[in-house]
């Protein structure tokens, strides 16, 4: 899924990226996701920080489900 329309960044770049930053404003210099006009700031945030979560309890992927997040075992 899309979650920033400006510079293309799907929730797989977000889950990616996520456990090689420190902080969700690192993941927005690595890939850019929320610095245009920041609707999907919110989104990608909450995705950043479930991906983290997930890898600290194991590396558990997230996957989108119709729409909303759910975890699932590797």
Not at 62 to 71: F, P
């Amino acid at each position: 899924m899309i979650v920033c329309i400006c510079h293309g960044i799907s929730h797989r770049e977000i889950e990616r990226h996520a456990p090689a930053c420190d902080s969700f404003a690192e993941l927005q210099m690595c890939t850019g996701v929320a610095t245009g006009c920041g609707h999907c700031g919110d989104c990608a945030r909450s995705m950043f920080d479930e991906a983290r979560q997930a890898r600290a309890c194991g590396g558990t992927p997230i996957t989108l489900h119709r729409g909303a997040l759910s975890l699932q075992a590797a």
